[in-house]
Antibody, heavy 121, light 114 residues
């Protein structure tokens, strides 16, 4: 059974750093892109970027480039997303997703349970 | 890249059909046959229900169908059921370039079963 299991909820202060994780299981982690989707409170979905664990090829939505860093460790089937300096506007639910095929089309066939990040002073 | 435009809400009685539109531009929906649709129940992760404009993943009921014409994609739910009450989002490929990939989501539509 394919599963994406994300790290737990986080409460941080503005300016702090954070790294959240997404562990894949039940499939060959190397061969599917993993992406990240943001959902701010009461709002819609936003694409942030994705990584191909096999070779760490990473792509970002321009609006998030430089704001977050996506990485992966294929040896332990985990993808990460990190912030160096959080802002209150980063408060959101973050989902990791698996892209259905090796082609980068917007088919996200498996979703993690979400990681709620709260940034507040 | 602006969000694709969806109606904020649609509603229907059990057994009826509802259609949700997803309007983009010649840079996204109109340019590629890569539109997907997601269903999200409250406090749950979204679920893929349509990919490649009109393809259903296994396990998704055939009550869900979708199409595209020009810059607008559409999702139709036939024989509306209580469990279809949820938020629905479209998503389109909008191109890629070095170190960047553009996927654009719709603004979301709340489906209410009366």
């Amino acid at each position: 059974e394919v599963q994406l299991v994300q790290s737990g909820a986080e409460v941080k202060k503005p300016g702090e750093s954070l790294k959240i994780s997404c562990q894949g299981s039940g499939y060959n982690f190397d061969f599917h892109w993993i992406g990240w989707v943001r959902q701010m409170p009461g709002k819609g979905l936003e694409w942030m970027g994705n990584i191909y664990p096999g070779d760490s090829d990473t792509r970002y939505m321009p609006s998030f480039h430089g704001r977050v860093t996506i990485s992966a460790d294929k040896s332990i089937s985990i993808a990460y997303m990190q912030w160096n300096s959080l802002q209150a506007s980063d408060t959101a639910m973050y989902y990791c997703v698996r892209l259905r095929t090796i082609v980068t089309t917007p088919d996200f066939d498996y979703w993690g349970q979400g990681t709620l990040v709260t940034v507040s002073s | 890249q602006s969000a694709l435009t969806q109606p904020p809400s649609v509603s229907g009685s059990p057994g009826q059909s509802v259609t949700i539109s997803c309007t983009g531009s010649t840079s996204d929906v109109g340019a590629y046959d890569y539109v997907s649709w997601y269903q999200q129940h409250p406090r749950k992760a979204p679920k893929l229900i349509i990919y490649d404009v009109s393809q259903r993943p296994s396990g998704v009921p055939d009550r869900f169908s979708a199409s595209k014409s020009g810059d607008t994609a559409s999702l139709t739910i036939s024989g509306l059921q209580a469990e279809d009450e949820a938020d629905y989002y479209c998503c389109s490929y909008a191109g890629s370039y070095t170190r960047a990939i553009l996927f654009v989501f719709g603004s979301g539509t709340k489906v209410t079963v009366l």
